[in-house]
């Protein structure tokens, strides 16, 4: 079974460019979630999705940031007019279920997102 | 929220000896609480995990035990080998919450 999918795993943007980052979840699960991580720091939540739905965005900033995870194809996760402070590791994990009937995410490798 | 603490930031051991993690969480109502190890460049990887139900949980060299009237959590690693360098996270879950709330982790290094 393949993993977590996130692509790209590096990207580079210049300051007011837009950020796509894409994750597909292990086959069979419905539920993705996207935390970011600053260096030297914790995982943040940011945004948990089911098929066509946001379930909590609670922790993505209002402005600039968006996700959506359509019924066909992976999760985005979209940043625009990046500045320097989004700068960070962003990691997607799925779950096969909603809640905490098993609460355990897979996570991927992570996009790591450069803003010059 | 839930709030998850985890200190101190490093821990440094010899090769061959136990290591011991401890985390703290703020929501009784919490009831999973998984840690999570990610190595340099990659993504964490669910090590060991344990429910309210139960205090120890064991997996050959790493355990888990959960104090949930002190609110407390210990990630224990016996016999470490340099392999075992990484930072573990740990998390808890509440069943009402769709999300895992993470420590900021602690860089584990073993010393051959």
């Known amino acids: 079974n393949a993993g977590v999918m996130q692509n790209p795993r590096h990207l580079v943007r210049r300051r007011g460019q837009e950020a796509r980052l894409r994750c597909s979840p292990m086959k069979g699960h419905s539920h993705v979630y996207w935390y970011r991580q600053l260096p030297e720091e914790g995982l943040k939540f940011m945004v948990y999705?089911?098929?066509?739905?946001?379930?909590?965005e609670s922790g993505m900033p209002k402005e600039r940031f968006s996700a959506e995870f359509p019924k066909e194809g992976p999760s985005i996760l979209r940043i625009q007019q990046v500045v320097r402070g989004d700068s960070a590791a962003y990691f997607c994990a799925s779950s096969p279920s909603q809640r905490g009937n098993t609460g355990e995410l897979f996570f991927g490798e992570g996009s790591r997102l450069t803003v010059l | 929220g839930e709030n998850v603490e985890q200190h101190p930031s490093t821990l440094s051991v010899q090769e061959g000896d136990s290591a011991v993690i401890k985390c703290t969480y703020s929501?009784?109502?919490?009831?999973?609480f998984p840690w999570y190890k990610q190595e340099l460049g990659k993504g964490p990887q669910l090590i060991i995990d344990i429910r309210s139900n139960v205090g120890e949980k064991k997996d050959q060299r790493i355990a888990v035990t959960l104090n949930k009237t002190a609110k407390h959590f210990s990630l224990h690693i016996t016999e470490t080998q340099p392999e075992d360098s990484a930072v573990y996270f740990c998390a808890a879950h509440t069943g009402a919450n769709s999300k895992l709330t993470f420590g900021k982790g602690i860089t584990l290094s073993v010393r051959p």
């Open positions: 999705l089911q098929k066509e739905n946001i379930i909590d």
């Open positions: 929501d009784s109502a919490s009831n999973y």
